[in-house]
């Protein structure tokens, strides 16, 4: 059963729990991914730091799809527009605590298992230098302080 992305319900509540502790969250954004619609003079190695305070901006909307507010860049007012998948991180500016979220692209989907006959794994040659892969199996969580 296809779930849908928790990324927004983290972002949400990630956002409420800064707001309510008094502290200011900025958002970091994925500026190259599809619908994403800001300044682009701000823009630093593909990625570009919000501040989305309730005092900072106005018109905020968050939704299960999209992120978007009203805010001033040089004293220039602008809409941004932000799809919930381009949001890389959300965190605290006077602390830094929040939440990175992995990479999402627009189409992303679970990678369906080899399935038939044909699906046969080849073994490595023994010319081939040996390669670690990951465990497969439940994915972990760690605590980051």
Known sequence: MKMRSNRPYLLRAFFDWIVDN???????IDANYPGVEVPQDYVTDGQIVLNIAPRAVSSFHLDLELLCFS????????????????????YSQENGQGMVFEHEGPDDLPPKPPSGPKAVKSKPSS?????????????SLRVIK
Not at 22 to 28: A, F, G, K, N, R
Not at 127 to 139: D, Y
Request: charged letters at 15%; one cysteine or more; aromatic letters at 4%.
């Open 71 to 90: 805010t001033r860049f040089g004293g220039m007012p602008i809409d941004i527009q932000v799809p919930v998948g381009a949001v890389v991180g959300i």
């Open 127 to 139: 010319q081939s230098s040996p390669v670690k892969t990951p465990p497969k199996g439940r994915p």
């Open 22 to 28: 008094d502290c200011t969250p900025y958002v970091v």
